[in-house]
C-alpha cells in the first residue's frame, strides 16, 4: 500500500464517519424532539403542579431536547465510527443511504418541521417568544413527522427494501 492509496482510503473513511454522524444526528433530533415534549410534561406536573407548565417553557424543552438528541446521538456515532476499520465503516454507510425506512423517516420529519414551524407562530403569536414558537414548533413537527412515518409502516405501507449485493442492487 502506497501513501496515496493510504491518504485516499482515509479521505474516504472520514467521508464516510461524517455521512453516517449527520445522519445519528438527524435520528437524535427527531427522536428527543419526540420523547422531550412528555417527559418534560409529565416532569413538571409530578414535581410542581400543573400551574407550572408554561407554553413557552414546553416549547423551549422541545427544541433543546432535540439539540441534546442531536449532539448525544452524533458524538455517539462519531465515536463508534471513528475507531472503526474503513470496511465497517463503508458498509455502514451504503447500508444507510440505500434504507428506504430511514429516507422516508427522515422526509416526514423535515415536513413536519418545516409545516410547523409556520403554523406554531402563527396561531400561538402572542403566547411564547418568537425564537421558542418557531424552533419548539419545528421540533414538535419533526416529531409528528417520524410518529406519521411509523404509523404509515404499521398501516401497511411499508416502504420498498433495498437488498445490496456485490454486484447488483435490487429492489424487492
Known amino acids: 500500500m502506497t501513501m496515496h492509496d493510504f491518504t485516499d482510503e482515509s479521505l474516504q473513511h472520514a467521508a464516510d464517519t461524517s455521512y453516517l454522524v449527520r445522519q445519528g444526528m438527524n435520528t437524535g433530533f427527531q427522536f428527543m424532539s419526540l420523547l422531550a415534549p412528555p417527559l418534560y410534561t409529565a416532569f413538571v406536573i409530578a414535581r410542581k403542579g400543573r400551574s407550572a407548565w408554561t407554553l413557552n417553557q414546553f416549547l423551549r424543552m422541545t427544541w433543546v431536547g432535540g439539540l441534546v438528541g442531536a449532539g448525544a446521538f452524533g458524538g455517539a456515532n462519531y465515536v463508534r465510527y471513528a475507531n472503526s476499520s474503513f470496511e465497517t465503516t463503508r458498509t455502514n454507510r451504503i447500508k444507510a443511504e440505500y434504507d428506504t425506512s430511514r429516507i422516508r423517516r427522515e422526509d416526514h420529519s423535515t415536513i413536519g418541521a418545516v409545516v410547523a414551524a409556520v403554523l406554531t ?11 421558542n414558537l418557531i424552533m419548539g414548533g419545528a421540533g414538535i413537527g419533526s416529531g409528528i413527522g417520524v410518529l406519521t412515518h411509523y404509523g404509515r409502516s404499521l398501516s401497511g405501507d411499508v416502504p420498498a427494501k433495498i437488498n445490496i449485493t456485490p454486484d447488483t442492487r435490487e429492489i424487492s
Not at 121 to 131: D, E, F, G, Q
Request: aromatic share 10%.
Open 121 to 131: 407562530p402563527a396561531i400561538l403569536w402572542k403566547r411564547a417568544n418568537p425564537v
